[in-house]
């Protein structure tokens, strides 16, 4: 028997829940549907936000000859024999392809139908949970228009639960009621996926419907049992991994102690304690840097504590290292700085040390016979002279931050200098 969120699955768009960035009136998928020209395109986006379900809707509104293949289980016998069916008497309007899990075929699978998509005897649509720009070959990726489906939100499984709630009390003869709660419940834990809540309405009428065949009652505690625990969205190779790392950083960043907590939260609920204790070190010198110089050692000694310790203790640690940052005042300056040197020794003639700061035995040091002074020799332990080769002589890489200890340097500087 085929599961419910394949039942129902909608046959118009009207029907489809969330992603009203693209099918909404007027919006690009929308168009495409209507004007039954249908380009190269790769979906890409979480599961269960109705990226096959579109691809379907596409497929009925085109006049091509359909097929579906899926990425996890595709050989090249499978893409030959869609290929060998170019030309025959029920493809003369063209091939419509659609492989689900398209980041799953190799190189050369991909390059097996590069040629024909090229000339217009297969029209490509695939979809990905994966990030397309590490994911898909850059021939195939240049040659197709990449749609992102987004995470549904909880308003639009709830829809989507209601939708199919009715159409089940029609297919099984019965009465569905349920509490609002229940429904929330089932949403929330969904994690942005409707075939997942789905999958839990399923369960919850399955294994509910034999003790009463004319009417159910979803209450709050059968949403609870069926849906067992919340499953965090969260793939260590995928866009989930690099935007709730850029979510970490930019809530500590802009100093929200409450955001920051809540990103390490969901970063420990993933078990992925090394990318943690990766990226706090880095903003304990990116984001914090010269405006507290001792962040950098507090932050090592709480990471290593949190590698050390593991699980779950390494939460306390952890915790302490992001509300300090998120607490303490923030400066980019050496960040700015060694970026900017690093930009130049690429793209400009920075020309030779100076002379006298080579070492001393030198072939270029002798034969320039300049003098280096000493600073200690001089008072303040400072003296002016030459350090910067000619070319860049006047270039400014570090500029002081606004916090207090690198004014307190500035006014320090400033004073022995001039």
Request: proline residues 3%.
């Amino acid at each position: 028997m085929n599961p419910l969120a394949d039942i129902i699955r909608p046959n118009q768009l009207n029907d489809i829940v969330g992603q009203e960035h693209i099918i909404g009136e007027g919006k690009l998928l929308n168009r495409i549907i209507k004007s039954k020209l249908i380009p190269n395109m790769i979906f890409y986006g979480p599961s269960g936000t109705g990226k096959t379900t579109i691809a379907n809707i596409i497929a009925n509104s085109s006049n091509k000859k359909f097929y579906k293949l899926n990425g996890t289980n595709t050989n090249t016998d499978a893409i030959k024999h869609v290929i060998s069916q170019i030309g025959t008497l029920h493809t003369l309007s063209g091939i419509l392809l659609y492989i689900d899990e398209l980041h799953y075929l190799t190189k050369r699978q991909q390059q097996a139908i590069l040629e024909y998509i090229e000339n217009g005897d297969i029209t490509l649509i695939g979809s990905t949970t994966e990030n397309v720009n590490f994911s898909i070959f850059n021939a195939l990726l240049s040659r197709c228009t990449t749609i992102e489906f987004k995470a549904l939100t909880t308003k639009n499984i709830i829809e989507g639960l209601k939708r199919a709630i009715l159409l089940e009390e029609q297919k099984l003869d019965i009465k569905i009621k349920y509490e609002d709660k229940a429904l929330e419940y089932i949403s929330e834990v969904s994690g942005g996926d409707l075939r997942r809540a789905l999958n839990t309405l399923e369960l919850i009428i399955n294994t509910y419907a034999i003790y009463d065949p004319d009417e159910l009652f979803i209450d709050i505690d059968k949403a609870v049992e069926c849906s067992q625990s919340k499953i965090t969205n969260y793939d260590r190779d995928g866009d989930g991994h690099y935007n709730l790392l850029s979510f970490f950083q930019k809530s500590i960043r802009g100093s929200d102690q409450q955001a920051s907590v809540h990103a390490l939260a969901r970063l420990i609920k993933s078990g992925d304690l090394n990318s943690i204790c990766r990226r706090l070190l880095v903003i304990a010198s990116e984001d914090i840097g010269l405006a507290y110089p001792q962040g950098i050692s507090i932050v090592k000694a709480c990471t290593d504590s949190a590698l050390q310790l593991g699980l779950p203790e390494a939460r306390l640690p952890l915790a302490q290292a992001t509300l300090l940052l998120a607490s303490l005042p923030k400066s980019n300056s050496a960040y700015n700085a060694i970026n900017q040197a690093l930009h130049d020794l690429e793209t400009i003639d920075v020309g030779q040390i100076p002379a006298h700061l080579c070492d001393t035995h030198s072939n270029y040091a002798i034969k320039n016979k300049q003098h280096y002074l000493y600073p200690h020799n001089y008072p303040n332990h400072y003296v002016k002279q030459h350090y910067m080769p000619d070319p860049i002589k006047d270039k400014i890489y570090y500029e002081y931050g606004e916090n207090k200890f690198e004014h307190a340097l500035k006014v320090y500087w400033d004073k022995v200098k001039k």
